[in-house]
């Protein structure tokens, strides 16, 4: 059974940085493309981005392009969500995601692509 454990989230004031990690175990990392989502409240959960499996591929909602970044690396089986400039229409919690059956270089922008899912990680921006 893979797990994902996200942490790094906060609170921060607009302009601010965080840097989000996605810990995963019982399965191999390298296998899956992670996606990041986020779900404000009283909104549906959107799409942030997603890295392919060897980390040459990303892909970003038009949202956050250009201020976040997705990184992983397969050897210590975690992945990154680095933000930048945030602002409080940020602020929600963030997810991380894993799909085995996704490809690499493909939009896999959907949420029921994803199998497996952490819990979540709250990220307040602050005005």
């Known amino acids: 059974q893979v797990q994902l454990v996200e942490s790094g989230g906060g609170l921060v004031q607009t302009g601010g940085s965080l840097r989000l990690s996605c810990a995963t175990s019982?399965?191999?990392?390298?296998?899956?493309?992670m996606g990041w989502f986020r779900q404000a409240p009283g909104k549906e959960r959107e799409f942030v981005g997603h890295?392919?499996?060897?980390?040459?591929?990303?892909y970003y909602a038009d949202s956050v392009k250009g201020r976040f970044t997705i990184s992983r690396d397969n050897a210590k089986n975690t992945g990154f969500l680095q933000m930048i400039s945030l602002k409080p229409e940020d602020t929600a919690v963030y997810y991380c995601?894993?799909?085995?059956?996704?490809?690499?270089?493909?939009?896999?922008?959907?949420?029921?692509?994803?199998?497996?899912w952490g819990q979540g990680t709250q990220v307040t921006v602050s005005s």
């Open positions: 019982g399965g191999t990392f390298g296998n899956y493309v």
């Open positions: 890295i392919s499996r060897s980390e040459d591929w990303t």
């Open positions: 995601a894993a799909c085995p059956d996704c490809a690499d270089n493909a939009d896999n922008s959907r949420a029921y692509r994803y199998t497996y």
